[in-house]
């Protein structure tokens, strides 16, 4: 269903689907991922390739060249298979949906959102870099939300982010949202210690 690069723990005991961004591969993203497997060794992270291929090199999660009703279907459709394929690996793995967290950057967090406000069950997670997304897709879910963005971004400007958040905060979601300085359209370092943080805050407060 989808091309999928597999990094991490073999018999894991968490599971974060990660879509990377516009015009990007599995392999831009792996180093960042790397660096969340350094603080979540008992998770395995599964990048999956995004479907349309550009002319120049690359991959796109929909066509941006379309009416934005015809994006928005097929981001809807793209996120219902996204929520099949997680629904498979969680039967082979043994694990659930309060087992996998989404991570997305740029247009790859427009689909980790829509998956998470399309599926019928709560993930653990879903953690949205430097993106958007639709705001009539937007209602109320029980999973929680995490916007990080860089404030020097002008790719998806900053203000953008505010009113994403205030959307999911209006329907009622759970979100916490946080800038980093001097960081623009762009995923280092200081935003992976800012996601294992939050994985970690996730996980006391699901224990609790």
Same mark, same amino acid.
């Given at each position: 269903?989808?091309?999928?690069?597999?990094?991490?723990?073999? *018999?894991?005991?968490?599971?974060?689907?990660?879509?990377?961004?516009?015009? $990007?591969?599995?392999?831009?993203?792996?180093?960042?991922?790397?660096?969340?497997?350094?603080?979540?060794? $008992? *998770?395995?992270?599964?990048?999956?390739?995004?479907?349309?291929?550009?002319?120049?090199?690359?991959?796109?999660?929909?066509?941006?060249? %379309?009416?934005?009703?015809?994006?928005?279907?097929? /981001?809807?459709?793209?996120?219902? &298979?996204?929520?099949?394929?997680?629904?498979?690996?969680?039967?082979?793995?043994?694990?659930?949906?309060?087992?996998?967290? +989404?991570l997305g950057?740029?247009?790859?967090?427009?689909?980790?959102?829509?998956?998470?406000?399309?599926?019928? @069950?709560?993930?653990?997670?879903?953690?949205?870099?430097?993106? $958007? /997304?639709?705001? $009539?897709?937007? %209602?109320?879910?029980?999973?929680?939300?995490?916007?990080?963005?860089?404030?020097?971004d002008q /790719?998806?400007?900053?203000?953008?982010?505010?009113? +994403?958040?205030?959307?999911?905060?209006? @329907?009622?979601?759970?979100?916490?949202?946080?800038?980093?300085?001097?960081?623009?359209?762009?995923?280092?370092?200081?935003?992976?210690?800012?996601?294992? +943080?939050?994985? &970690?805050?996730?996980?006391?407060?699901?224990? @609790?």
């Open positions: 269903m989808f091309s999928v690069k597999k990094i991490g723990a073999q *018999t894991p005991k968490k599971l974060m689907v990660i879509f990377h961004g516009y015009g $990007d591969t599995p392999e831009t993203i792996s180093p960042f991922t790397l660096k969340l497997y350094s603080h979540l060794p $008992d *998770t395995k992270f599964l990048i999956l390739r995004a479907p349309v291929i550009l002319h120049g090199q690359g991959f796109s999660w929909f066509h941006l060249d %379309r009416p934005v009703m015809r994006m928005r279907q097929e /981001i809807v459709q793209l996120a219902q &298979r996204v929520v099949q394929f997680i629904e498979v690996v969680c039967a082979q793995e043994k694990l659930t949906l309060q087992d996998v967290s +989404l950057f740029s247009q790859g967090a427009a689909v980790a959102l829509a998956v998470a406000l399309q599926a019928s @069950a709560a993930f653990c997670a879903c953690f949205a870099l430097s993106g $958007d /997304i639709f705001p $009539d897709l937007i %209602r109320s879910v029980q999973t929680p939300f995490f916007l990080l963005h860089g404030e020097e /790719i998806v400007p900053l203000p953008r982010i505010v009113q +994403l958040q205030n959307s999911l905060l209006g @329907a009622g979601n759970d979100v916490v949202a946080t800038s980093l300085e001097g960081v623009g359209h762009e995923h280092r370092a200081p935003s992976a210690q800012q996601v294992c +943080l939050w994985v &970690r805050e996730q996980e006391k407060r699901t224990s @609790a």
